[in-house]
């Protein structure tokens, strides 16, 4: 199982990046799939998700009315599209893709423990 994550780099404060997640061999629409994000010395942290069970979407507060997520079924890939870029956006982004509890929110940081995994892309914002 692969999830490629890419569209990372270095943007300028208030600037816009636009990440992508391709998915091989699971098909996404299977799974709850989500973003996250790690900045150095912090813990990984939800950004965003879709839901598997009703396809609503889920954004920490920190990124709501500045990212959106999507996917594209046919093409088997998550994308997420980041606005108005801040400093303390910087960070290592993840693609995850797993069958989460019933019930439980997509956002649930533990319901990820034996999620497919993409590679991180780095987006760093400054200027």
């Known amino acids: 199982v692969q999830l490629q994550a890419s569209g990372g780099g270095l943007v300028q404060p208030g600037g816009s990046l636009n990440l992508s997640c391709s998915a091989t061999?699971?098909?996404?629409?299977?799974?709850?799939i989500a973003w996250f994000r790690q900045a150095p010395g912090k813990e990984r942290e939800a950004v965003s998700c879709?839901?598997?069970?009703?396809?609503?979407?889920s954004y920490t507060d920190a990124v709501k009315g500045r990212f959106t997520m999507s996917k594209d079924s046919d093409k088997n890939t998550m994308f997420l599209q980041m606005t108005d870029l801040k400093p303390e956006d910087t960070a290592v982004y993840y693609c995850?893709?797993?069958?989460?509890?019933?019930?439980?929110?997509?956002?649930?940081?533990?319901?990820?423990?034996?999620?497919?995994w993409g590679q991180g892309t780095l987006v760093t914002v400054s200027s």
């Open positions: 061999i699971i098909t996404i629409d299977w799974y709850a």
């Open positions: 879709i839901s598997h069970v009703d396809g609503g979407k």
């Open positions: 995850a893709a797993e069958t989460i509890s019933a019930g439980a929110s997509c956002l649930t940081r533990e319901e990820y423990n034996r999620a497919y």
